[in-house]
């Protein structure tokens, strides 16, 4: 299962009820692969805490980045 949370993807923040602190509105987050949550309607997210946390999948929208621009927010965010 670890393998499968280390694959990375990029999603936007559409709603942030209940956790204005963890999320911010309009922002680019990674988030992990993760099936059991996706069957649960959730997606993990590396919140504003650096670390990864469970959101409702209807908080977020997928976002496809140009490679050159994911490699660069990527390194930025380590």
Do not use: W
């Amino acid at each position: 299962m670890a393998e499968s949370r280390n694959k990375k993807r990029f999603v936007v923040c559409i709603r942030n009820t209940g956790y204005p602190a963890s999320l911010e509105l309009r922002k680019i987050y990674q988030a992990l692969t993760d099936g059991e949550a996706e069957t649960h309607g959730l997606v993990r997210v590396i919140d504003e805490s650096g670390e990864d946390y469970l959101y409702p999948q209807s908080f977020f929208m997928a976002v496809e980045l140009p490679q050159r621009v994911a490699s660069a927010v990527r390194r930025a965010v380590g």
